[in-house]
């Protein structure tokens, strides 16, 4: 079955601290993983996917197939990375196959 | 363009009444996607279409929750008759079918249902 946890329902830290939001999955297959966001009063929107390999907004994310994780890191939390994260999980040929996506995680950067 | 367009932005209705919510994908776009966002249970697939065919429905809570894609430009979430348990924020999202691409989202319904 497809499953993606994410174990923190609500993440604080302080500005300048690293973070690191966690996300475990379960798929048979090759999955393509990613990491959404949704800021205060706006629409979900992709942050970045495994396959890119790059980093956005200085957010990083390592597949490790071994561990079934995608953790999200940032060495430098900054003020405005207050949002909702979410870690989802597709089939391969990502665009007609559904995201499966996990609870989320409220991340609180305290100034 | 726009985006994925989502209407009404936020609905209150009675129990009992009919609710329809109404989603316009990016043009171009041949993947549908309807998602229910509770704090419980987070963003659930209710159901997607490929190329206005409806593929797999059994997100769909229950019978009083219906989705149509009569064109490639629109599609219909229903829910007959509404309960209070059905409030939540509903998401619409497209997506190109060919190729690894990501599914963008509209801005989502707000529905209370009192």
């Known amino acids: 079955a497809q499953r993606v946890t994410q174990p923190e329902k609500l993440l604080s830290v302080f500005k300048g601290a690293p973070v690191e939001l966690k996300c475990n999955y379960s798929?048979?297959?090759?999955?393509?993983l990613f990491w959404y966001v949704q800021y205060s009063r706006q629409r979900l929107q992709l942050l970045l996917r495994h396959i890119s390999r790059e980093s956005i907004k200085g957010f990083t994310a390592d597949l490790n197939k071994g561990e079934t994780s995608f953790h999200l890191k940032k060495p430098f939390a900054q003020e405005e990375d207050s949002a909702m994260y979410y870690c989802?999980?597709?089939?391969?040929?990502?665009?007609?196959?559904?995201?499966?996506f996990g609870k989320g995680t409220r991340l609180s950067v305290i100034a | 363009d726009a985006g994925v367009i989502q209407s009404p932005r936020h609905e209150v209705t009675e129990m009992g009444q009919e609710v329809t919510l109404r989603c316009k994908p990016i043009?171009?776009?041949?993947?549908l996607f309807w998602y229910r966002q509770t704090m419980m249970r987070g963003l659930e697939l209710l159901i997607y279409?490929?190329?206005?065919?409806?593929?797999?429905d059994s997100g769909m809570p229950e019978d009083r929750f219906s989705a149509k894609m009569p064109n490639a430009s629109f599609s219909t979430l229903k829910i007959q008759p509404s309960e209070p348990r059905d409030s939540a924020v509903y998401f619409c999202?497209?997506?190109?079918?060919?190729?690894?691409?990501?599914?963008?989202f509209g801005q989502g319904t707000r529905l209370t249902v009192v």
């Open positions: 043009s171009g776009h041949n993947s």
């Open positions: 989802a999980l597709s089939g391969p040929y990502s665009g007609n196959t559904p995201l499966v």
């Open positions: 999202a497209s997506s190109q079918t060919t190729g690894n691409t990501e599914a963008f």
């Open positions: 798929y048979s297959g090759s999955p393509e």
């Open positions: 279409f490929n190329n206005n065919v409806p593929i797999d």
